[in-house]
């Protein structure tokens, strides 16, 4: 008997690229879009989600036997909207610039797909541990798209990275790119770019069997 | 049957009662510790802002918060200006409206705190007047705005548009080109505040 369980390593992977919330799975691209209009704002909201998934996971994955399933969506949805809440007030607390620049997008949380789709497709269904590295590895996938994508987006849009100048002086800044046109387009572009870097991972590894 | 039916019905409420309990629990615990920083933080970004605009009047000292006021110290800890929240009646949008006053009581300025709906969220701000002659300063404390385009409604070449103009400000100063949703509830703000200072001395029948 084999033990089909995917390592560590394998399911960290798996979250940055092969089945990254937001660059595979296109889920939650409303806040992606909205929120990524400089690296700080993307990673503090990556952060953010990250810690409701592993809190929201851990939680349903202990009551998943108390959850009752004719209104299991209405329980994963009060559970994860006290823990947004629980994040919100400590950010404010703890972390008022970042409370400032995120504003309305922290509470938007409690309607992002991934928390749920995690919650029942991979919380309901196992332990409390797996479930805990499972919002991690997504939330590390989904804070790295986010990253990535505000960043491009703050070079390009403002000529500046974590709010330092980082292009040539003449360098003219293309709003466009702190537009939700320029999200799109910026989402776009790194999609196609997973995918072709798939697509040839895909055929040397055909070429070597 | 029917029984069955009432009696499962009842057992998922309670189930679902208790869930809810469990988060509530959660949040209340969460809201109990970080509340009081929460109100601090508050405090903090107001006295920054308040020193932003009265700093440069005193040599840049700043302002701290003592309690529910806020006060300038000079170098031996003396109170040179201290501001405290008037109570009077308020306009739409209108969160606190604050009197300076020197160390003998005089009235120095009014300091409005104003918080118009803007593009994306509440612009926080602050319209610092003095009676006879208009607005002294504008400051905007946090906003939500799109990053490169409704943030320009913090920069002092627009806030500097408002000094010592009077009512009325609305087509006075022009909104910014390409975030006129940003910078129009701001321009309308600042009349709102010159508003709200001139109900609170009328009320007061000019004494102050």
């Known amino acids: ?209 | 049957m029917q029984q069955n039916n009432t009696k499962q019905l009842l057992g998922i409420a309670l189930r679902l009662l208790i869930i809810c309990t469990v988060i509530a629990t959660i949040v209340a615990f969460v809201n109990y510790v970080t509340k009081d920083k929460i109100e601090l933080n508050q405090k903090i970004s107001t006295a920054e802002a308040l020193t932003g605009i009265y700093g440069s009047d005193f040599n840049g000292a700043k302002f701290t918060v003592e309690g529910d006021s806020y006060v300038m110290k000079d170098e031996n800890g003396n109170v040179v200006v201290s501001c405290e929240e008037a109570d009077c009646e308020k306009k739409p949008d209108v969160t606190n409206l604050y009197m300076l006053r020197d160390a003998d009581g005089n009235a120095l300025s009014f300091c409005v705190a104003i918080s118009p709906m803007g593009f994306k969220d509440k612009i926080s701000m602050l319209v610092a007047i003095n009676p006879t002659v208009g607005v002294k300063a504008v400051k905007i404390v946090s906003l939500s705005e799109t990053s490169g385009i409704g943030t320009k409604v913090q920069e002092d070449d627009f806030l500097d548009k408002f000094v010592d103009k009077s009512s009325p400000i609305v087509g006075n100063v022009d909104t910014i080109s390409g975030a006129t949703k940003s910078s129009k509830p701001v321009i309308g703000a600042v009349e709102t505040a010159l508003e709200q200072v001139a109900l609170y001395t009328n009320s007061k029948g000019g004494a102050e």
């Open chain 1, 1 to 209: 008997m084999t033990n089909n369980k995917p390592t560590l390593k394998a399911r960290l992977f798996e979250g940055l690229f092969d089945k990254n919330p937001i660059l595979v799975q296109l889920l939650g691209t409303c806040p992606t879009l909205a929120t990524t209009t400089s690296l700080q704002n993307g990673f503090g909201m990556g952060v953010s989600a990250m810690a409701v998934l592993i809190l929201s996971n851990l939680l349903i994955s202990l009551l998943r036997k108390f959850i009752p399933k004719q209104v299991r969506i209405a329980a994963y949805i009060v559970i994860i909207s006290g823990f947004v809440t629980a994040v919100e007030l400590l950010i404010k607390a703890y972390l008022p610039e970042l409370d400032k620049s995120l504003g309305l997008f922290i509470p938007l949380i409690v309607v992002n797909c991934i928390i749920l789709a995690r919650a029942e497709a991979y919380a309901s269904k196992n332990g409390p541990v797996d479930s805990m590295l499972d919002g991690l590895f997504m939330g590390l996938g989904f804070t790295f798209a986010l990253s990535l994508l505000g960043a491009i987006r703050e070079i390009l849009g403002a000529g500046t990275l974590l709010g330092f100048n980082v292009m040539w002086p003449s360098y003219k800044p293309m709003l466009i790119f702190v537009l939700p046109a320029g999200a799109f387009l910026t989402l776009g572009c790194l999609i196609a770019a997973v995918n072709a870097i798939q697509n040839y991972a895909k055929k040397k590894s055909g070429g070597k069997q």
